[in-house]
């Protein structure tokens, strides 16, 4: 896979591999129990925060296709 240019020079940490892993398993489907169970969170409510997080960002990519002109 190609590295993409506005990534090569950002610093990626473990932290970057959780919350992406964490991100793609909810939009996947998976359920909170899940993804609470495979990074270990003592509380699902942490967990919750990347479902807060998922509804946050198809607000806004809802947002911005409302934005674009159709002809």
């Not at 240019?5 to 129990?33: C, E, N, T």
């Not at 990074?39 to 198809?58: G, S």
């Amino acid at each position: 896979m190609p590295i993409r240019p506005a990534l090569a020079d950002k610093p990626i940490s473990p932290h970057i591999f959780r919350h992406s892993l964490a991100m793609k398993l909810l939009q996947s489907g998976v359920d909170l129990l899940t993804i609470q169970a495979w990074l270990r969170h003592a509380q699902v409510a942490t967990t919750h925060r990347y479902a807060a997080a998922d509804v946050e960002m198809m607000r806004r990519q809802r947002r911005s296709r409302r934005a674009i002109p159709t002809e």
